[in-house]
Every structure is written in C-alpha cells, then in structure tokens.
C-alpha cells in the first residue's frame, strides 16, 4: 500500500486560516448585515375600483352577520340582494332589504289581496328606486313607496358607491291568506325567534 508520507506529500495545500478578527472574504472586515425591511418591495397599492369592491365586500358580511340572506342574483345586476325577515304574523310580514350599489331584482307582478309599503332607511339620496311599470319612483331617506295589487314592479339602487337599506311591510287582505315574501327576494329562511332569557330561580329578596 501507499506510505503515509507519498499520501501527504501528494495531497493539495490547506490555505492558511484567516487571523482572528478579519473577514476571510477580504482585510476589510465584514459587510453590514441589512435589516430584514431593508430592500423589501412594499406593497402595491389598490385601485379605487378594488379598494370599493374590497368595502362592498365588508359591508356585505357585516349585513350576513346581522342575519341577513343572500338571495339569486338578476341578470346583468352587479350584486345579490340580501333580505332579512324579521316577523310573519299571518295577514303580514316585515323584512329588511340591503341593496347593494348598481344592482337591481327582476320584476314581478304582485299578486291580488297584496300590499307592499317600501320605506328607505339608508342610502344615497335619490338614488333609491321603486320601478312600477313605466314609472320610476326616486326615493331619499324615510320616503316611502306603496305597491298595490295587479302592479308590476321591480327595485334598483343607482348609487355607485352606496347601499340602500330598504324596510319591507307586506300586508294580506281580509281572507287573502298568509303572507309570503315576493319570489324575486325570498328566501327558506324562517323568521328569526326572539331569545327569551330563562328566568331565575332563588329565593325573594327580604324573605327569610
């Protein structure tokens, strides 16, 4: 076999290790680190259009988490409704509508021994629209708009930036039944039941 001696003599130079306290990159000591937000790109920021879209979207879960329910959106209509029932007590039912900017629902005719009174709670003003027909109907806050049977009509919202809150009563006639949502925003969605807090149990103050 090979002596130890040939295998060292023909086995390459080892550098000579740098001294203490020098860079064995160059004399001229270390390189600065960077701190780690040095040289990061920041972010890019929205355009309007998705800085809007991203606050329709807020506003749009806020409304889900207060009870609201998204319903079928009409083509051509930028957004869903979303309709809350509040109460149904047989010959009437109250709801909220939350409409989203540049959106609308199909119209429909409302059938005989119905009413409907709309009463805008929010939104930009005259930009509310209650379609009956040929007649469009430009409401503010607290205007409010009757349908009457036989009518056909439809809802709009016209701002481009603001939503529309909308309270909806539907009233029966005498004999006409219960009443339901119209088609165009109703949901299987029953009315919310109101938490009654259990009562108590424990004695009465001042009794022994």
Not at 43 to 59: G, Q, T
Not at 162 to 174: D, G, N, P, T
Request: one cysteine or more; glycine letters at 12%.
């Amino acid at each position: 076999g090979a002596r130890a001696a040939d295998v060292a003599a023909s086995a390459p130079p080892v550098a000579n290790p740098a001294p203490k306290g020098r860079s064995a990159r160059s004399s001229g000591g270390s390189r600065p680190r960077r701190s780690s937000g040095e040289g990061a790109k920041p972010a890019a920021a929205e355009s309007p259009a998705e800085a809007e879209a991203n606050d329709l979207d807020r506003m749009e879960e806020a409304a889900l988490r207060e009870g609201y329910q998204q319903v079928g959106r009409a083509d051509g209509s930028e957004r869903s409704f979303l309709i809350r029932i509040n109460m149904a007590q047989g010959s009437w039912l109250c709801g909220d509508i939350y409409i989203p900017p540049k959106s609308f629902n199909e119209a429909e005719v409302l059938e005989e021994g119905r009413t409907i009174v709309f009463t805008v709670l929010g939104g930009e003003q005259g930009k509310t629209c209650v379609l009956k027909g040929d007649q469009v109907e430009r409401l503010s806050d607290g205007d409010h708009s009757v349908v009457r049977p036989g009518t056909a009509y439809s809802m709009r919202n016209d701002s481009s930036a603001v939503a529309a809150r909308v309270k909806m009563v539907v009233y029966a006639a005498a004999g006409g039944g219960a009443c339901d949502a119209p088609e165009s925003i109703a949901t299987d969605v029953p009315p919310p039941v109101p938490e009654v807090a259990p009562k108590r149990r424990g004695r009465a103050r001042g009794v022994a």
